[in-house]
């Protein structure tokens, strides 16, 4: 039964994976919600522009690269005239965007959730401005989440098709013949992927020394050689300066990240993933006090409970991992807090996966953090060159690593790279939530033949006694 003095008891802004995951586990807890949203359908970055299309793109495009180079040949499997026919690759995707946004419409409905359309402006901590109409809540969650981050002198126009963000990137007329990635992040390495699967050569700009930031020093060794096996050309420690749009194409005008002689590179198409930054604009923060750190981000304790009464804040616009899953995460647990239960999520065990070929997937410390933390470290190693399944589908890129803590075992973190490490990562996650030592791992049977064996057997390493290495 709704608070009498509110028109809801919840009120989200925001319906992507953390806004959408609240709003309905609110209504599950017997409390009248609604969700404000300002784009025509909902589900967010994730649903719309992000997760969902972005895979779509993958899958598509690898099916592509398998038929179209003869990959399968040794197989027994021979194709000939595989083609590419960009325009039913693009409508397929939309149409799994149409079916999953559409699914969270449903379940709206079926939850009672009931949908504000429009741009949500606070005018006090409890009255917020839904296009025309003022809406009060007793508690108002923000899951606002994030856009791109943008790069000065570097104008994106995704109409045109030449420099693009993410959005853009994802809805090419055409397979630019050359592509230049701004960021060899996240964004850039999986859609780098599909145009250089679709056959554009694609040139990778990271400002740092190394691609990949934030992962275990060996898994973006690793993850370099590999894309540079694959034909991408990567320039580490590289800087952007200008982009002119020519007629048909993009000048860039690049130099080392730490000065020297500038070049220029002309591509078709121009991708900037710098990384992305938390949505607050036109949220009327000034109007209920609340103010953003020095990233933009709203600051929140573990209850997701930001510093204004009966405001609480999840997903990318607060600090942490800009991952649906954790959003999600978060979005059950805030209203499980608002409902007066106990909300928790464990931010120390987040998976996050690059959906690459091979996948890259880790959980937990890099081996860098473990020892800046303090902990003594024991790694374990396993190549997926001995792993029987990798070989025998002839995908042997990558390894699996598991650290653990040197005194009492305990696992910190495990980072994969391999085909299937998207998957994998989920055994490794559970066993780090329950608490597991390496030496749990190692004696926990394994089906075999799978790509799973090659966890057990880093965790083996762990303690130097693989089998099969
Ligand atoms: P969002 O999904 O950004 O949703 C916020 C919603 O709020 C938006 O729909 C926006 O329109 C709405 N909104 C904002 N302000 C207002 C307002 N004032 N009033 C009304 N509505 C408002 N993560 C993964 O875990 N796996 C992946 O594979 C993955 N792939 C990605 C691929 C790409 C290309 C991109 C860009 C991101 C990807 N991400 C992925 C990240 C993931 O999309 C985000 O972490 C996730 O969507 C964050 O969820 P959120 O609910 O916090 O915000
Ligand atoms: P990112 O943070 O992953 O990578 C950005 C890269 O750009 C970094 O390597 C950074 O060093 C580099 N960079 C920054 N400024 C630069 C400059 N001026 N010139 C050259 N390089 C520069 O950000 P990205 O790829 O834009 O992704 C944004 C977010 O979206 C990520 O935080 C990620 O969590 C999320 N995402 C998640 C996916 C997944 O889970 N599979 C897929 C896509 C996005």
């Known amino acids: 039964m709704a608070d009498q003095t509110y028109d809801y008891d919840v009120l989200v802004i925001g319906s992507g994976p953390g806004g959408y995951v609240a709003a309905i586990r609110a209504a599950q807890l017997g409390l009248k919600t609604a969700c404000a949203e300002s784009r025509e359908t909902l589900g967010g970055t994730c649903l719309n522009v992000g997760c969902i299309p972005s895979k779509a793109m993958l899958h598509a495009s690898e099916l592509y690269e398998e038929a179209h180079e003869g990959a399968l040949e040794k197989f027994g499997v021979k194709l000939s005239g595989a083609k590419l026919d960009l325009d039913q690759m693009l409508s397929e995707k939309e149409k799994a965007v149409g079916e999953l946004t559409g699914g969270i419409e449903f379940l709206f409905k079926k939850n009672k959730v009931e949908w504000l359309k429009g741009h949500a402006s606070f005018e006090d901590a409890h009255s917020v401005k839904i296009g025309k109409k003022t809406v009060t ?11 791109v981050t943008p790069l000065p002198g570097v104008e994106i126009d995704n109409d045109k098709h030449q420099i693009v963000d993410s959005t853009g990137a994802l809805a090419l007329p055409k397979v630019p013949k050359k592509m230049v990635v701004i960021g060899g992040g996240v964004i850039g390495l999986e859609l780098g992927s599909v145009w250089r699967r679709l056959g554009a050569e694609v040139i990778v700009v990271e400002f740092l020394d190394q691609i990949l930031p934030g992962m275990d020093g060996d898994v973006r060794r690793e993850a370099a050689k590999l894309f540079k096996k694959q034909g991408f050309d990567i320039r580490t420690g590289t800087k952007v300066t200008s982009a002119k749009t020519l007629k048909a194409k993009v000048k860039l005008t690049v130099e080392p990240a730490k000065g020297g002689d500038e070049e220029s590179i002309e591509a078709d198409c121009v991708l900037v993933s710098i990384g992305r930054k938390p949505n607050t604009d036109g949220l009327g923060l000034d109007a209920i006090g609340l103010e953003t750190n020095d990233r933009g981000q709203i600051e929140i304790d573990h209850e997701f409970r930001t510093k204004v009464d009966g405001v609480w804040a999840i997903g990318d616009v607060v600090p942490g991992l800009m991952l649906a899953h954790k959003a999600e995460d978060e979005g059950i647990a805030v209203s499980e807090n608002i409902a007066g239960q106990t909300g928790i999520v464990n931010h120390d065990v987040i998976p996050s996966v690059v959906y690459t070929m091979p996948e890259i997937a880790s959980v937990g410390l890099t081996t860098e953090e473990a020892k800046a933390k303090g902990h003594e470290v024991k790694a374990g190693k396993f190549p997926m060159m001995a792993n029987s399944r990798a070989k025998t589908n002839r995908d042997t890129d990558g390894f699996v690593k598991v650290i653990a803590d040197a005194e009492t075992d305990r696992v910190l973190g495990v980072h ?24 749990d791992i190692a004696y926990t049977c394994h089906a075999h033949p799978t790509h799973s064996e090659a966890i057990k057997e880093a965790a083996m390493a762990v303690t130097g006694k693989p089998i099969h290495i």
């Open 416 to 439: 994969i790279i391999a085909s299937l490490a998207g998957t994998m990562i989920a055994q490794a996650a559970q066993a780090m939530e329950f608490g597991a030592t390496s030496e």
């Open 137 to 147: 809540a007793k508690d108002v969650v923000i899951a606002t989440g994030s856009s």
